[in-house]
């Protein structure tokens, strides 16, 4: 009995042990951002999709992508990270199912972007186990702004392709924590490092923003590619602040990268 209580109890440490590690890895690498230039559309290549890797220019998803990336692949002996392990890891991150296969196979939706890492295992959705709240998803944004897309604006296929994909999104539900339940010094079950996912009223739309959760003293703040400030900040205010200053927002997902 004694033996099986032990087992359990070094399992447990291992297990609290790997998320204290990413938790810190997640921070440091998203601190490690910090003024980076805020730079839309770096993805927009012209020609065929491909794999772009620009970490010296960052939205505020390719900013979450890139610290997710870095996180996950193992340092080698001399500290350094594998370039090939890295664009592994994004590769698995930005498409679905880890394959491109032209401009619609980019995780475009982040409802459709969770969706595969929940699939994959590289995270996991703690929002639902926090929060009672829920709500039925209604996508159709890209495919009624089809101009705001270079890909889709001259291409009938690939909107076609894009309303398949919010087709097969709309009407699925997911939890959430709506702002006004969230406090400033946060709640306990957020965690540094968590990836936080603003959830809008915008009308087709499931996400508007999205961060790395930091405790800057005992204030839940966001480390985020911020489009006003232009650059990689630690937000000033609290992550409630800015929730509660943007009427498009409802309210946050939060996901944990295993
Ligand atoms: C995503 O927008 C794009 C992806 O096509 C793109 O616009 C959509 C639905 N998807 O591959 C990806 C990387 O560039 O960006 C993001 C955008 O947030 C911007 C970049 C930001 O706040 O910096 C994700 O969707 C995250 O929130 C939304 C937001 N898009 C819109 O508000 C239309």
Redesign the pocket.
């Known amino acids: 009995m004694k033996q099986r209580f032990l087992i359990s109890l070094a399992m447990l440490l291992m297990s609290f042990a790997s998320y204290a590690q990413i938790e810190t890895k997640m921070v440091s690498h998203a601190l490690s951002f910090l003024d980076v230039p ?1 730079v ?4 927009e290549m012209d020609g065929e999709e491909e794999l772009v890797i620009n970490c010296d220019e960052v ?4 900013f979450v992508e890139y610290v997710m990336a870095l996180a996950k692949t193992p340092q080698e002996a001399n500290g350094d990270i594998s370039e090939t392990a890295f664009a592994e890891n994004l590769m698995k991150i930005r498409y679905r199912n880890g394959k491109i296969d032209g401009y619609t196979s ?1 995780l ?3 409802s459709d972007w969770i969706n595969n890492g929940l699939r994959n295992g590289m995270i996991e959705d703690i929002t639902a186990a926090n929060s009672p709240y829920s709500t039925t998803l209604k996508l159709n ?2 495919t009624t702004h089809p101009n705001n ?1 270079k890909q889709l604006a001259n291409s009938p296929e690939n909107v076609a392709t894009m309303k398949k994909i919010e087709n097969s999104l709309t009407g699925s539900e997911y939890h959430f924590l709506p702002k006004e339940k969230l406090g400033h010094n946060g709640n306990l079950w957020i965690k540094n490092g968590d990836i936080i996912c603003f959830t809008t009223n ?1 009308a087709g ?1 499931d ?4 961060g790395i959760a930091f405790y800057a003293d005992s204030k839940l703040t966001l480390i985020h ?1 911020s ?1 006003t400030e232009k650059k990689v900040v630690v937000s000033k205010i609290s992550l409630a602040q800015m929730l509660q200053s943007n009427d498009n927002v409802v309210g946050i997902r939060v996901l944990r990268v295993k």
């Open positions: 805020y839309a559309n770096t993805l939205d505020c998803t390719t980019r475009h939706y982040v944004y890209m897309y915008i739309l996400v508007s923003h999205m590619a489009s």
